[in-house]
C-alpha cells in the first residue's frame, strides 16, 4: 500500500473543547456530533486531555444514590471536562506510520489516539474505525475488488 502514515487517514476536522466545557454540555456535543471521543485543548490549541462516553457514564450518579434529582442536576452541572479528563492522553503524530498507530491502539486498550504536532497541538485524531479502513482498502487492493462489503 502506498499511503501508511497517519496524516493520510486521520480526521482532520476533530471537534475538541474546553476543559472549562461543562460535563453537560459535553455529552450534548458529542451526541449532536455523533462522536465517541473529545479531545480537550488550552486556547491556544495544546493538547491537555480527552473526554471518551465512558468517562461521562462513570462520572454520572448511580441510580441507587441517596440524592434527590436537583441535587444530582447542581453536581452534574458543576462537574467540568478538567475533573473527568484522561490527562496526558497518549498520542501520535501525523508523519508516524499506520502500524505504530495500530500497535499504540492494540497496546493500550485504546480507541482513538489524537494526532499532535511538535509543539503538542491538535492537528487530527487517528480511531480504531480508521485502522480498519486501511486494513479494508488494502483487502481491496490485494483482490482488486473496489467495495467495502
Known amino acids: 500500500m502506498k499511503h501508511l502514515l497517519v496524516k493520510d ?10 476543559p472549562k466545557l461543562g460535563m453537560l454540555k459535553a ?3 458529542m451526541r449532536e ?3 465517541r471521543r473529545l479531545p480537550v485543548i488550552k486556547s491556544d490549541g495544546t493538547l ?3 473526554v471518551t462516553r ?4 462513570r462520572a454520572e450518579p448511580s441510580e441507587a444514590t441517596t440524592l ?10 458543576e462537574l467540568k471536562l478538567s475533573d473527568i479528563m484522561t490527562k496526558n492522553p497518549i498520542t501520535i503524530h501525523a508523519e508516524d506510520t499506520i502500524k505504530t498507530a495500530a500497535i499504540r491502539l492494540h497496546e493500550n486498550k485504546i480507541g482513538a489516539l489524537p494526532v499532535v504536532d511538535g509543539d503538542n497541538h491538535l492537528v487530527g485524531i487517528i480511531t480504531e474505525s480508521d485502522i480498519f479502513r ?3 482498502n488494502w483487502f ?9 462489503e
Open 54 to 57: 465512558s468517562d461521562i457514564r
Open 33 to 35: 456530533h455523533k462522536i
Open 27 to 29: 455529552h450534548k456535543l
Open 134 to 136: 486501511v486494513l479494508i
Open 9 to 18: 487517514w486521520m480526521e482532520t476536522d476533530v471537534i475538541s473543547a474546553s
Open 68 to 77: 434527590n434529582v436537583w441535587e444530582m442536576n447542581y453536581l452534574l452541572a
Open 140 to 148: 481491496n487492493q490485494e483482490t482488486g475488488e473496489t467495495d467495502t
Open 48 to 50: 491537555i486531555g480527552i
